[in-house]
Nanobody, 115 residues
Framework: QVQLVESGGGLVQAGGSLRLSCTASGRTFSFRVMGWYRQAPGMQRELVAQIFSAGSATYADSVKGRFTISRDNAKNTVDLQMNSLKPEDTAVYYC?????????WGKGTLVTVSS
């Protein structure tokens, strides 16, 4: 059993920064992909950023240049540094890790950006 626990969400003014962290515990693996998704009210869950075991990363166009994803393979953690936040970044952010064919999800952390 793998548990993902996110932290770092909260309320911030537009233009501000937040850092999200996610740690895997339990029966952990070598996770091929670690990433962050988000879901705004009434919207589908979307990929924000993902980082592969070798270190390459991809970002949604809407966050490029503002968000940075990083991972620590030894600690099974993935972080998302979010800068220049906008009200449209408001959403529940979910951590995701992939090992083999298994997808693991955290319960989510709420990020609210006020204008």
């Amino acid at each position: 059993q793998v548990q993902l626990v996110e932290s770092g969400g909260g309320l911030v003014q537009a233009g501000g920064s937040l850092r999200l962290s996610c740690t895997a515990s339990g029966r952990t693996f070598s996770f091929r992909v670690m990433g962050w998704y988000r879901q705004a009210p009434g919207m589908q869950r979307e990929l924000v950023a993902q980082i592969f075991s070798a270190g390459s990363a991809t970002y949604a166009d809407s966050v490029k240049g503002r968000f940075t994803i990083s991972r620590d393979n030894a600690k099974n953690t993935v972080d998302l540094q979010m800068n220049s936040l906008k009200p449209e970044d408001t959403a529940v952010y979910y951590c995701n890790m992939v090992a083999g064919v298994m997808n693991y999800w955290g319960k989510g952390t709420l990020v609210t950006v006020s204008s």
